[in-house]
């Protein structure tokens, strides 16, 4: 048996929820009595940072060193990972879900004729006999399932921070490997990408801040974006602020919007509709500020103040500036 996991890029750097996957895989192969490998597509990546993929537990670190791969092309991403499952003996890889991830991880089951479970929160409840009974976020984040995997080879994909390795100072050897691709297999292109820039993005946020019509309207989010930056988070809105144009629709929380799984969710002014629980019960940390203590949303919040947003966040915000 042999573990490889994906470990996804972006704008030069090593995404946090695929750092979240090697770890979990190199606890994984503890518990199985094997060898994990990680995997790095393209050479958007320096060298330097790839070696400190074994700050997470592993020892060895494949890099496909083709500059077509930085782009993430889900047939040429497939292909290259069928390729190296064969030659390397893998009979199960680990994912850190995302919108690439799934793309990819789905092509490769066919590949590999594996099992595939997703929304995985915790190593496996039991391995015995080759089995791995895994336990899965299901139902947007409303209920778990326990789901065994009794195929020969099989494809985990994590949930993002459902998993927190321990970082260490090791080092991993970085192996340069070439795979056989043709232009069939970038028969599809990339012309343009669209980034929000200048702020956090929700998916890969730790830390949330989100308003509601409580706020009353859009001159008054300079409240919401100063305790933002205070925290280092990301802001995100319900779904009535995107719909009345008062943030943009990039920052909709919930689940016809964004769903976010951070450890610190901040809901300000948002009365807590069940479209929007959804979107966030995934969160570690919960804390709700609504002047109405009859809010739903109290009933999922760790944290509750009751109490007017424009008099508790500034004070919030001052609080935390002076730490």
């Not at 040429?76 to 003996?89: C, D, F, R």
């Amino acid at each position: 048996m042999a573990i490889l996991i994906f470990v996804e890029t972006a704008d030069g750097e090593l995404r946090g929820s695929s750092l979240e996957a090697v770890g979990y895989g190199a606890e994984l192969a503890k518990q199985l009595g094997t060898q994990a490998t990680a995997l790095v597509l393209g050479t958007s990546v320096a060298g330097d940072k790839l070696a400190k993929i074994g700050n997470y537990g592993i020892s060895r670190v494949l890099q496909v060193s083709d500059e077509r791969l930085n782009q993430g092309i889900i047939q040429a991403y497939s292909n290259t990972l069928g390729q190296i499952v064969s030659s390397e003996g893998i009979d199960t890889v680990i994912f850190a879900k995302s919108s690439l991830g799934d793309a990819v991880a789905a092509r490769l089951a066919v590949k590999m004729q594996a099992g595939l479970a997703s929304n995985i929160t915790e190593l496996p409840l039991s391995v015995a006999g080759g089995v791995l009974q895994l336990k899965r976020s299901v139902y947007t984040g409303k209920a778990f399932q326990i789901t065994e995997l009794k195929t020969p080879n099989k494809i985990l994909a994590l949930k993002k921070n459902a998993f927190a390795p321990i970082p260490t100072s090791d080092l991993a050897t970085v192996e340069s490997i070439t795979v056989s691709l043709s232009d069939v297999d970038f028969g599809a292109k990339i012309l343009k990408t669209d980034k929000v820039t200048g702020e956090l993005l929700l998916p890969e946020a730790d830390k949330v801040v989100s308003g509601g019509r409580g706020l009353k309207g859009p001159e008054n989010w300079g409240i919401v974006l100063d305790l933002a930056k205070a925290l280092g988070a990301a802001t995100g809105c319900s779904k009535p602020v995107s719909d009345l144009d008062w943030r943009p629709h990039h920052e909709h929380v919930g689940q016809t919007g964004v769903k976010v799984s951070p450890n610190l969710y901040i809901a300000i002014g948002i009365s807590g509709a069940i479209q929007h629980l959804a979107g966030v019960s995934a969160s570690k940390c919960i804390v709700v500020i609504n002047k109405d203590a009859d809010a739903p949303f109290f009933k999922a919040a760790d944290y509750g103040i009751v109490g007017d947003a424009f008099e508790i966040l500034p004070r919030l915000t001052k609080a935390l500036r002076a730490l």
